[in-house]
């Protein structure tokens, strides 16, 4: 079996790859770190060892609930294997492609930017033979032909370079259980991984109500029965597909042998904002939305239903996260500019600025390790999904030990200790860490520390880094110690 951290390495080194042949720096500033001081004494104290530092998640490689798997089991016994699995691949290969539609506006700027290309084309290829493109005696007929290649031309490229948006429609059974094969356990070990940060950061939250947005095989559910059993009062789940729905129905049915009365399952979004919810989540599903006017539409109503906690999660991909980033953006100018409800970032970013990963090619994603759907007689490796995601929690923002977000797989070598991480200034740093600078006890956490987790210290010294200005870029001098990713 593939180790976790073996699969965060590979990933890292593709991430370090792709940022060096795209002449980026990734990580312009550098320096070292101090460990917080309260985390200091805490250890010193004996309170915790250093590898249960308060910012290690420590989630394991995910393997499916038995119960889970066994219901999954029978609902597929019902069919024959073979085409379902194939089609679970070509799913998972699309699934994993899936862009966001293109808007007007921005179908009209590509169009006229191509044309722009390939009219200087047809101009240098004209120069090159010793004339002019268009020709200056051409006539009508002549220009009109010449106009209607010219739109097939433009028509074939665009074909060939925007990306082709279609809505996928779960109409039947046997795509409901394609998704299920294909994406079962990396949802469920994606959203456990974000769960768990609510469940150990916030220990006294208890989600009574939930709402889940896109709620698909009712993953949602089954994470929160682990992280929280017996706590759910009422769930209430939305997804446009009837049978996706009864699949997620029969899922429970064949555990419980019932579906338990606290779930409500609809097929669209209400726009009424009452009543309010203690978690509102949303996997994978800004992404199924046609217009960017529809996605911040959701993004707004969902914000109206929560009061506790509302989690957006998508792809990894930098499509996902430009979707993440987006969300974010938005509901950070609701809650400076509009909402007279208090609201901040809680997750992955540790302060509330411009995300400095913006402008950069590689995305803001984080790696969840996860064991694929099991058959009998089948091996199984560890596999990993990168996932993107934004955590807001509604109300005062508490004051808790937040630190730097570890954004790469840190890289252990002789006596030091790099790592990759989104500090609480809202900059990128690579921090190194060694008991003569740091400290044992940051020596030791660093030791510990995975991608994603929180790491409690403070980078200190290095060069200034240089950060694209955008609208809340003016505080990043004066709210050190604000939050975001």
Not at 118 to 146: H, N
Not at 173 to 178: T, W
Not at 190 to 206: G, N, Y
């Amino acid at each position: 079996m593939v180790s976790r951290r073996k699969i965060a390495s590979s990933i890292q080194s593709w991430r370090t790859f792709a940022a060096s042949s795209s002449g980026e720096q990734a990580f312009p500033r550098q320096g070292r770190a101090s460990v917080d001081p309260d985390v200091q004494e805490a250890i010193r104290r004996g309170d915790y060892k250093p590898r249960h530092h308060p910012g290690h998640l420590g989630v394991p490689t995910v393997d499916l609930p038995e119960h889970l798997w066994v219901a999954a089991q029978k609902q597929l016994s019902l069919y024959d294997l073979k085409p379902l699995k194939l089609g679970a691949a070509r799913l998972a290969n699309v699934l994993s492609m899936r862009k966001p539609p293109l808007s007007d506006r921005e179908m009209y700027a590509k169009a006229a930017e191509v044309k722009a290309d390939i009219v200087d084309r047809f101009k240098r290829k004209a120069q090159r033979a010793g004339t002019t493109w268009p020709p200056e005696d051409e006539t009508e007929e002549e220009q009109e032909q010449r106009i209607q290649k010219l739109q097939r031309v433009v028509a074939k490229r665009m074909r060939s370079i925007v990306y082709n948006w279609r809505p996928i429609v779960f109409n039947t059974e046997a795509k409901c259980l394609m998704y299920l094969i294909a994406r079962l356990a990396p949802n469920y070990a994606v959203t456990l991984r974000v769960l768990k940060e609510i469940k150990q950061r916030v220990p006294d939250f208890l989600p009574h109500t939930v709402f889940d947005y896109g709620s698909g095989l009712g993953t949602l559910y089954w994470v929160c029965q682990s992280l929280w059993p017996g706590i759910i009062k009422e769930m209430y789940t939305v997804d446009t597909s009837s049978d996706m729905n009864d699949l997620a129905g029969n899922l429970l049915m064949n555990h419980l042998g019932y579906i338990p009365q606290e779930i409500s399952m609809r097929q669209f979004l209400s726009a009424r904002s009452d009543p309010s919810y203690d978690l509102v989540f949303s996997a994978y599903s800004l992404m199924e939305c046609p217009e960017a006017e529809q996605r911040l539409s959701v993004v707004e109503n969902l914000w109206r239903k929560t009061s506790g906690f509302l989690v957006f999660v998508e792809n990894g991909t930098r499509a996902g996260y430009r979707l993440i980033l987006e969300a974010r953006d938005h509901l950070l100018r609701i809650i400076k500019d509009i909402d007279c409800v208090d609201g901040s970032i809680f997750a992955p970013c540790p302060h509330q600025l411009e995300c400095p990963r913006a402008e950069h090619r590689l995305p803001c994603n984080f790696p969840a390790a996860y064991l694929p759907f099991k058959f009998v007689g089948t091996k199984r490796d560890a596999e990993y999904d990168l996932f993107s995601y934004v955590a807001f929690r509604k109300g005062e923002r508490p004051k808790e030990l937040l630190g730097s977000r570890v954004v790469g797989d840190p890289l252990r070598r002789h006596r030091h200790i790099w790592c990759d991480v989104c500090s609480q200034r809202g900059l990128l740093e690579k921090v190194v860490m060694t008991k003569l600078q740091g400290g044992t006890e940051l020596y030791r956490i660093a030791k510990a520390t995975s991608w994603g987790d929180l790491l409690p210290a403070v980078a200190v010294g290095g060069q200034k880094e240089e950060v694209k200005e955008g609208p809340d870029s003016s505080r990043r001098d004066d709210e050190v110690t604000s939050d975001d990713c």
